[in-house]
């Protein structure tokens, strides 16, 4: 996923995205 101005999800430094898809956040 992009960051799109959305929070970090609590799986964004472990997959070394800003934002991670799990919530939709993506």
Known sequence: CRH???AP???AVEN???VCC???WG
């Open 4 to 6: 799109r101005g959305a």
């Open 9 to 11: 999800s609590l799986g």
């Open 16 to 18: 070394g995205e800003r």
């Open 22 to 24: 799990y919530h939709g």
